[in-house]
């Protein structure tokens, strides 16, 4: 089968990139993303990774960790090279990360730069390590954190660190694709009028399909109600830097946001950044976050991933038109789902839910089973037959994230798509569960202790049906995307428990936290 997508070099207006303008706030259309002006100069370096590069360049006779010294005949040079090698040093060098005005301290007064921030922390354990450091800080500020309930499972652990209530704010739920989405600035509002107490309110924007919330109208919320905004913006990370991008979260209000940089603005896998906005909260936050962050933070932290934070932040303020190549690209591809008209696009029904403004155009969410194929047996024929990775994969769907700055081969990828079985036969266990029909999301059980006082207190293992009606002390979550199902202190359904199973007998299916890979023996609060 030959299907070709390059001609469509300059797409028209699509529901992806310029997605049901009708219904978009106000407060949206008027933080659109201007045009890129040209970066200062201090952006078209990169100080941290130069300096790396110039030590590593130095006759070192290395006595120091780490220990496999650089030596071009260990079995790590051989592997991966001995330039990897060569730059990976340890923290605290002298002209590197050490003493005053470091090219350290540089880099991250160009990321802060560039993202709009105050000030810009590197991370190397992830936008998990972020949103721990969020979570940790918030009891300086109340005893109860509002929060959105399809978080990822890391601020989940992080009111497990933290100690602190919380209250549940329930995103839109798209009962046909069984994924969830975000929230509405009137139901944040409606938490808070029953939560004296709060300390802050924490929301995901974009979602792992792309859905892109009212940031601004989210934030007027919190603030009228004497409260930052935390914005789990880790799907997000490349926002703001081409004008067919949404704008980010920092621009639109919030006061503190994670940024998972790894996964679509180029750096390397595990790295990320916490930005603090300039606003009424960052005198109070600033220090506490500065602390926490060094509870977190490996002392230890990897030169390598540093390095790539600072370089993957130069190309997106530097090669604006690269990034526009990749919205081209994944526009490409929607527009050639579209025309052939096997699969559906998921972006195109996000007009219907009203936490919904905008959709992030480099993720391509595609409805597999409207072409006769579910999700998960679409991602594992894709993966085995055609040597095509896509992100993650539901019931439903699939989906696909172009990285800013990449230009895959979008006619490789819609050929292998197109060429998948339909309608599928097979004996996988997915599509055996398939035939009962579709998977949905489960609804949370009901909350009888906090995520820390369940997860500290005495537990057993008890078999997963007489878990059912007891309180979890693990969090629960398929994985990707990571969302917990079950929460610690929460009430373990039959629903959930049926979820659960389900998604770990199906095609590359996982659960985050489960004791065994069938989720067939659950931890209870005794």
Known sequence: MNIRTTEHRTPSPTPSSAPFPASVPASVLAAAVPAPSRPGVGQLRAPYA????????RDWLRLNVPGHAAAPGSDLAAFFGPRITALDFPPLLDGIDLGRDTPLDGALALAAEAWGARRTWFLTNGASQGNQIASMVAPALGRTLVVQRSVHSSVIDGLVLSGMDAVFVQPSVDP????????TAADVAAALERTPDAAAVYV???SYFGAVADVRAVADAAHAAGVPLIVDEAWGSHFGFHPGLPANALSLGADLVTSSTHKLAGSLTQSAMLHLAEGPFADLLEPLVDRAFRLVQSTSASALLTASLDLARRNLVTDADATGSSVEAADRVRGAVRALGRFTVVSDGFHAFPDIVRADPLRIAIDTRAGGITGHEARRRLFRDHQVMVEVATDAAIVAVIGAGSVPDTDRFVEALHTLPSPLTTDSADSADS?????????????????????????VVVAAEEAVGRISADTLAAYPPGIPNVLPGEVITAEAVRF???????????????LDPGVTRLRVVA
């Open 50 to 57: 130069e300096a790396v590069l110039g030590h590593a360049g």
């Open 176 to 183: 046909e694709q069984g994924i969830a989405h975000g929230v």
């Open 204 to 206: 995901v924007s974009p």
């Open 435 to 459: 035939a009962g029909g579709m998977l949905r999301l489960p609804a949370p059980g009901a909350t009888k202790l906090t995520a820390r006082g369940a997860f500290l207190s005495p537990a």
């Open 500 to 514: 659960l199973q389900r998604t770990a007998a199906a095609p590359n299916g996982h659960v985050r936290g489960a």
